[in-house]
Nanobody, 114 residues
Framework: EVQLVESGGGLVQPGGSLRLSCATS????????IHWVRQAPGKGLEWISS?????????YYADSMKGRFTISRDNTKNTAYLQMDNLQSEDTAVYYC??????WGQGTLVTVSS
């Protein structure tokens, strides 16, 4: 069974940082691209970043995330990460990792507030 489990969300003050993890199982992790998306309260899904399979040589970010968010992966741990720095209130959302369009984690809530 394919599983993706996000963790690392929580409450953080504006300007703070969080590192999200996406632990996976049930498939050969290194063979698949991984994506991060988010959904802010009352809004639609927003793509954040993608990292290609194997060595993660191709990385893409939404323009609004460039310079603040960093995606990475550790194929030895079957885990992807999203480092988020200088968080702002507009980053408050549920964050999901995704494999393809079919497999999603349950999401982890990030709340940026003073």
């Amino acid at each position: 069974e394919v599983q993706l489990v996000e963790s690392g969300g929580g409450l953080v003050q504006p300007g703070g940082s969080l590192r999200l993890s996406c632990a996976t199982s049930g498939f050969t992790f290194k063979d698949y691209d991984i994506h991060w998306v988010r959904q802010a309260p009352g809004k639609g899904l927003e793509w954040i970043s993608s990292i290609d399979s194997v060595r993660g040589r191709r990385i893409y970010y939404a323009d609004s995330m460039k310079g603040r968010f960093t995606i990475s992966r550790d194929n030895t741990k079957n885990t992807a990460y999203l480092q988020m720095d200088n968080l702002q209130s507009e980053d408050t959302a549920v964050y999901y990792c995704r494999r393809g369009v079919t497999y999603w984690g349950q999401g982890t809530l990030v709340t940026v507030s003073s």
